[in-house]
């Protein structure tokens, strides 16, 4: 089988488990809302519904990745995926859709998270664990701007050449469509992970009892510090998602241009990930991270009190890029963690369980809180504030990495951290 097939069908199933859930909020939020008729707070409370359900999945998720080949959970998880975004083409209401939400927590967590983090570690070996996160986060971001820049043609095709003109019909046509071509996507890499992905009996590595290392993973204070410096990488990802909502409603774009934006955006994930992911090789993931963390407190604070008709769009563009590398570059190597802290490859899914466990809380709160930030105080005024919300939890961010370093310095000067 070859290395780079491998890798690139890890790449392609590690983005498009995920598009139905957040490419279409995150993209095209602006025509999500109108269509569904939802308020900010509304959809922020979707996403609650999908954390909840997706922080129950982590830790049991992890632990079964220890065990079961990643072909069936992999293929398992696409095709599920894909089926919900079926019936999201049906414009559901709004506790139909939170249902939906909540069955994707689920099935792009419980079946899919633990063995996509297995997978690529096992590929990057001992020596590249921040070139193999860094080229999985890469090709997902290169893999989401290329799938975005297409849909968001889709919608301009069904939309009149000024979008602020169109019908309530034609924007519901549009995002129908944009819908399906994610669900067929999402069965489609299923079919690819079953083709390329190893059975098992192909899977080389012995499977032990993987709940006995539950308990080990969660004593280790090194594990509680990894899963604090995702939760605060994970709230400037999600912070990602209001800014195309942001180009409208204070830079003044309509919503096919808001759309583009974050699309063009995702172009900064690739470069990003893979820079990191070498750098984080060079000189360390820690060090790596608390710069990321520094450069978006500083960038957040910049854009908290930025007017665009005093700083000049150039300025909040060039801005906005800077963020959106460093948010990527964090993402692309903080798994790389796992091998600089001495995790053994037995216990990979356990301590990703319990790290994501806790990480990926900002999926419970972090959408609740921003919807009724932005709704507090609606138009630029709430954009404004939840720039200072996202510096602050930056900075949280350069300590959480401060404190990993310390406990890196204390625990690994001739012992491992297990």
């Known amino acids: 089988m070859s290395r780079y097939l491998y890798i690139a069908t890890l790449v392609i199933a590690g983005e498009m488990v995920f598009g139905l859930p957040f490419h279409t909020a995150r993209f095209f939020r602006p025509t999500l809302l109108q269509v569904f008729d939802f308020t900010n707070t509304q959809l922020g409370d979707l996403f609650a519904v999908y954390g909840i359900t997706a922080m129950l999945s982590y830790f049991p998720g992890g632990a079964i990745a220890d065990r079961f080949s990643a072909r069936f959970l992999l293929t398992a998880s696409l095709v599920a995926t894909g089926c919900g975004g079926l019936y999201m083409a049906t414009i559901p209401g709004a506790w139909q859709m939170a249902a939906l939400y909540g069955f994707w927590g689920i099935t792009t967590i419980f079946l899919f998270w633990g063995a996509l983090i297995r997978a690529t570690r096992e590929w990057g070996g001992q020596s590249a664990q921040g070139a193999a996160f860094g080229i999985l986060e890469a090709g997902r971001g290169a893999a989401a701007a290329l799938f975005a820049v297409f849909s968001v043609a889709v919608l301009a095709w069904y939309l009149p050449d000024d979008a602020t003109l169109a019908t309530d019909m034609e924007r519901r046509a549009g995002l129908q469509a944009v819908i399906l071509i994610y669900s067929a996507v999402a069965f489609a890499a299923g079919a690819l992970a079953w083709l390329v992905i190893p059975g098992p009996g192909e899977v080389s590595a012995a499977r032990r009892n993987p709940f006995a290392n539950m308990a080990l993973v969660v004593r280790r204070p090194v594990v509680w510090a990894q899963a604090a410096i995702i939760v605060c ?98 993402r692309g190597i903080y798994f790389a963690l796992l091998q600089e802290t001495r995790t053994p490859l037995h216990v990979t899914g356990a301590a990703v369980g319990m790290i ?63």
Request: glycine share 10%; aromatic share 14%; hydrophobic share 55%.
């Open 233 to 330: 990488a994970y709230c400037g990802y999600k912070g990602a998602d209001y800014y195309s909502l942001y180009a409208v409603q204070v830079l003044g774009t309509d919503e096919v241009q808001g759309a583009r934006l974050a699309a063009y955006g995702a172009y900064i994930r690739p470069v990003a990930a893979l820079a990191a992911g070498f750098i984080a090789d060079r000189f360390g993931a820690t060090r790596s991270i608390g710069l990321a963390f520094v450069v978006l407190a500083v960038v957040y604070a910049v854009l908290a009190f930025s007017v665009p008709a005093a700083t000049g769009l150039f300025v909040i563009y060039l801005n906005l890029g800077i963020s959106l590398f460093a948010v990527f570059a964090l």
């Open 356 to 418: 994501s466990l806790v990480g990926y809380t900002p999926e419970v709160f972090f959408a609740p809180i921003a919807g009724r930030i932005l709704d507090a105080t609606p138009g630029a005024g709430g954009h404004y504030d939840l720039f200072l919300f996202l510096a602050a939890i930056a900075a949280c961010g350069v300590v959480v990495a401060a404190w990993l370093l310390r406990l890196k310095r204390n625990k690994m000067t001739g012992e491992a951290v297990y």
